[in-house]
């Protein structure tokens, strides 16, 4: 069975993120998206585990499903399919190692809510798990990781966004060199990493070790109409065992959704107060110092892995797996109307194309141009067909700054 999962998501639980994250909305919108297995996300908050526990029911394969009587009906027939939960967390772990503060994110997947109940009696003697989703703890990620392994033989953790800057276990600010220098002895527990919003596997290859680990791609949504935005691509049963065997294994994964990582935040090098973005040679020409202000610059994601990169840009190992550039539909359509991405009218067509043609992943990825064109949307056809064989031009983010896409530049 081929399907789409989007595992690292938060609810509204979770600090700067949208109110509208229920378990109700975010099966809608799983949904609208084209996503099959959605993470639970923020299971550590007692809140929001309460929710879930009250509105999901044991779906028979090792995940869940929504409650029929939270399910709503507004969701356009070309659209409905079914939509199963699995229990995941971000945690935030900060603590000192090697004389430098270390600040590193990572995704918990564990089978069902006993375990959930399990890790979070562990986790509450460490921190407040009640102040925020995404709980911040002081603790070592690779004591995490060994909480995670006694928790049981099931779960699993993924560095998140692996590259980010300031929060992640390659991130140039505050993490490491290598998964070794992170996770010691534990290391060979490491079975995958999320590439992030500002990288994507071609970027990733060009490290030798990482050509054991599994590359996945997961939203990190904040708000329900960005879930999906990234997501993994699996080919194998829609159940917690054999989605963590895929991570393991590679056997499973069919390729990854991306966007194109120069949208991401932190792509580029440079200073956003001051609205400096630099390449890397730029950068190093610069000494690393923001030519407005004097101050440090953010080493961004292309930066960070060509200073790792053992492998010349290019590479690709033979298991490889396909991955698709994409840029969100709304954005498409707001360009092909110009419009603005949050304007009544891109939403009324949005839904409109949804209507017409199904999910945006599908009409993103591989349904055919002719038919998009038939729905009505010649001008967004080609703007499909652009964005499929990477003819975009973009503007790329740096130190928190999105990025910005135009297709018809």
Not at 188 to 199: C, D, R, W
Not at 335 to 355: P, Q, W
Not at 397 to 407: L, M, N, Q, R, S
Request: with cysteine; proline share 5%.
């Amino acid at each position: 069975m081929r399907f789409l999962a989007d595992l690292h998501i938060h609810s509204k639980y979770s600090i700067a993120t949208s109110i509208d994250l229920s378990p109700e909305i975010i099966w809608k919108w799983a949904q609208l998206k084209g996503i099959t297995v959605i993470g639970m996300g923020d299971f550590t908050h007692p809140k929001w585990l309460g929710e879930l526990r009250e509105k999901l029911e044991p779906a028979g394969n090792g995940l869940y499903r929504l409650k029929k009587k939270f399910q709503s009906h507004d969701i356009p027939e070309s659209c409905r399919a079914p939509v199963f939960f699995l229990p995941s967390v971000e945690i935030s772990c900060v603590y000192k190692k090697e004389g430098k503060t270390r600040r590193i994110h990572a995704v918990v997947f564990v089978r069902d809510f006993s375990d959930t109940a399990k890790l979070n009696r562990a986790l509450a003697k460490i921190g407040n798990l009640a102040s925020d989703g995404r709980p911040i703890l002081k603790l070592d990620a690779k004591s995490l990781l060994q909480m995670v392994l006694d928790t049981s033989a099931d779960a699993m953790l993924v560095p998140a966004h692996a590259w980010t800057p300031h929060f992640s276990v390659f991130g140039a600010v505050s993490g490491f060199a290598s998964l070794e220098e992170c996770f010691e002895e534990l290391t060979p527990h490491i079975f995958a990493i999320e590439t992030g919003l500002s990288s994507d596997p071609a970027m990733n290859w060009r490290l030798s070790s990482l050509a054991k680990i599994t590359l996945v791609s997961n939203s990190d949504a904040h708000s329900a109409n960005t879930i999906g935005r990234e997501a993994s691509i699996y080919d194998c049963e829609a159940s917690y065992a054999a989605i963590m065997n895929a991570m393991k294994s590679k056997k499973g994964l069919a390729g990854t959704i991306e966007l194109f990582p120069q949208e991401g935040k932190y792509y580029y090098d440079g200073h956003r107060p001051c609205a400096v973005s630099m390449s890397p040679d730029e950068a190093i020409r610069h000494k690393y110092l923001c030519p407005v202000c004097g101050r440090k610059l953010t080493m961004g994601v292309m930066h960070r892995i060509e200073s790792l990169a053992d492998r010349k840009m290019g590479a690709k190992p033979k298991d490889a797996r396909p991955f698709y550039s994409v840029v969100p539909l709304r954005e498409i359509v707001a360009e092909t109307m110009d419009a603005g991405v949050k304007s009544k009218r891109v939403d009324r067509e949005y839904m409109r194309l949804l209507e017409e043609l199904g999910n945006e992943l599908g009409i993103l990825t591989t349904m055919s141009v002719a038919d998009i064109g038939l729905a009505g949307s010649p001008r967004l056809a080609e703007a499909v067909e652009r964005m499929r064989r990477g003819d975009v031009a973009i503007t790329p983010g740096f130190d928190g700054e999105y990025g910005k896409v135009k297709i018809f530049d």
